[in-house]
């Protein structure tokens, strides 16, 4: 499935701030941001919560909203008609909840809790936060829950030392990479597909009917990505993802 349509029933604002704030969670938890982590978990109950709610009224507004008693707004959901699928009416605002009072209780959103922001709270912060985005994508795509796992793997922006983000575009900082290499450092890099003119100014190839000839077409034949000669948009696959860690493993050039 195409990243881009996996929330295409939200209006482009929602949608981008889930992605937004989800991707907190990811990468303040990286960097060993136990504070910010939880707090964005705390922004994304907010989020999913004005989802479940404009998925049961019928109406999704442009922005989230924080209910003033959290814990009984999702409560709440519960009343929505036996129709609704029970993950929107109970399961995904019962983990809200929790997630939620890590945020309120745990030392992270007022002062005087009883424990101070740590790895242990920021974990399961980080679980839940995924559950919470898989589920997200089952539903709303109507797919199988391993399919939903490997949908959210790609809907989180990697990070590495290699990528610099200068003048809007992009470089790799490594002469030691070949330009399938490179192809598949830029494309794990975004979350979203690439299109072949920008990667081709990424990656400073010059020229075009080479480049697709000798990578991008045998990168599409090996399932590495997906490459879409209608739209000329490149889009990493699981393979590719599994294939590029591999590869920044084996060459030192990623450290977890």
């Known amino acids: 499935m195409h990243i881009a349509k996996v929330f295409a029933f939200l209006p482009i604002s929602l949608r981008d701030e889930l ?6 969670v990811i990468s303040n938890f990286r960097e060993s941001r136990w504070e910010p982590s939880e707090l964005n978990g705390g922004k994304l109950c907010e989020v999913v919560y004005t989802i479940l709610n404009g998925y049961v009224s019928g109406f999704y507004p442009d922005k989230s909203t924080k209910p003033r008693d959290f814990v009984s707004a999702c409560q709440l959901l519960s009343n929505a008609p036996k129709a609704f699928p029970r993950s929107v009416r109970i399961q995904i605002p019962r983990v809200l909840i929790a997630l939620y009072d890590i945020r309120s209780n745990r030392g992270v959103g007022h ?7 740590n ?3 920021a974990i399961m912060v980080l679980y839940s936060s995924k559950w919470i985005m898989a589920e997200l ?3 709303f795509n109507d797919i199988g829950t391993k399919e939903a796992s490997l949908i ?3 809907l989180v922006e990697r990070q590495t030392p290699l990528i610099w983000n200068v003048n809007k575009k992009k470089r790799v900082l490594s002469d030691s990479l070949s330009m399938k290499e490179k192809t598949l450092l830029f494309l794990y890099s975004e979350r979203k597909s690439i299109a072949e003119n920008v990667m081709l100014s990424w990656i400073e190839h010059t020229n075009t009917a080479v480049y697709r000839r000798d990578i991008l077409l045998p990168g599409h034949k090996k399932r590495l990505w997906e490459y879409d000669k209608e739209t000329k948009k490149i889009t990493i696959s699981p393979l590719g993802i599994v294939e590029v860690e591999r590869i920044m493993y084996s060459k030192k050039l990623i450290v977890e």
Do not use: K
């Open 111 to 117: 002062s005087g809790s009883e424990v101070n922001p």
């Open 137 to 139: 994508v089952r539903l």
């Open 152 to 154: 959210v793997d790609m």
């Open 19 to 24: 992605l937004d704030t989800f991707n907190r």
């Open 119 to 121: 790895q242990m709270d």
